[in-house]
């Protein structure tokens, strides 16, 4: 399985970007899927997932502003980010977890500043 993140970029604060992760070598109707993020100097943590059956979380810092979507005919997850704050800035991970495999995509550096 091979997942391909892209989407990020440069923007200002409160603007908006869209993250992408193509997913292929498998179908990730059953798999958890989920949106990572690791700032500079910090650890890795969990913004959004979509379990199993459908159910989506995210991180209290981005409620209400990041909404996770899957698209299961071309097997590609989203991240819609709206009113982005410099905090935001990150690289983003897309994860793969189906069983024991786990398997994590390449990052797509977001990056919030004026």
């Known amino acids: 399985v091979q997942l391909q993140a892209s989407g990020g970029g440069l923007v200002q604060p409160g603007g908006s970007l869209r993250l992408s992760c193509v997913v292929s070598?498998?179908?990730?109707?059953?798999?958890?899927m989920g949106w990572y993020r690791q700032a500079p100097g910090k650890q890795r943590e969990a913004v959004a997932s979509?379990?199993?059956?459908?159910?989506?979380r995210y991180v209290d810092a981005v409620k209400g502003r990041f909404t996770m979507s899957a698209d299961n005919a071309n097997n590609t997850v989203y991240l819609q980010m709206n009113s982005l704050k410099p905090e935001d800035t990150a690289v983003y991970y897309c994860?793969?977890?189906?069983?024991?495999?786990?398997?994590w995509g390449q990052g797509t550096l977001v990056t919030v500043s004026s």
């Open positions: 979509i379990d199993t059956i459908g159910n989506k």
């Open positions: 070598g498998s179908s990730f109707s059953r798999a958890f």
């Open positions: 994860r793969f977890l189906v069983g024991g495999y786990d398997s």
